[in-house]
Nanobody, 114 residues
C-alpha cells in the first residue's frame, strides 16, 4: 500500500485547506484510514479516523472544524480543515491500517500564520 498526501500550505488563521491522500496498491486489506499530525517538538497525534468509509473519531481539538471523508473504494481520502488556528500548524500524515500493518504517507506541511 502506498499513500501520497498533498494539499498543505500556508494559510492565515481562520482560513481553510483541504488535504488529500491518494492510496494505491493492495487496498483490500485496509480497514481503517486516518489523518495524524506532528507539530514541531511534539509527538505525532491522531486527528481523525475513518472506518468502513465512515468518520469514527476526531481529536477534541479539531471537532466541529475538520471533516474527514473518503471517495470511492478507499482510493482517496480527504481532510477538510476550516477555521484553522496557529496550533494546527504541523506536518499532516495519512495512515492506513489492516491485517496488523500500518502504512504511512510522506506528510504534507500545514502552516497557519498571519
Amino acid at each position: 500500500v502506498q499513500l501520497q498526501a498533498s494539499g498543505g500550505g500556508l494559510v492565515q488563521p481562520g482560513g481553510s485547506l483541504r488535504l488529500s491522500c491518494a492510496a494505491s496498491g493492495s487496498l483490500g486489506s485496509i480497514v481503517i484510514m486516518g489523518w495524524y499530525r506532528q507539530a514541531p517538538g511534539k509527538q505525532r497525534e491522531l486527528v481523525a479516523l475513518l472506518g468502513g468509509g465512515v468518520a469514527t473519531k476526531y481529536a477534541d481539538s479539531v471537532k466541529g472544524r475538520f471533516t474527514i471523508s473518503q471517495v470511492s473504494a478507499k482510493n482517496t481520502m480527504y481532510l477538510q480543515m476550516n477555521n484553522l488556528k496557529a496550533e494546527d500548524t504541523a506536518v499532516y500524515y495519512c495512515n492506513a491500517m489492516g491485517r496488523g500493518t500500518s502504512y504511512w504517507g510522506q506528510g504534507t506541511l500545514v502552516t497557519v500564520s498571519s
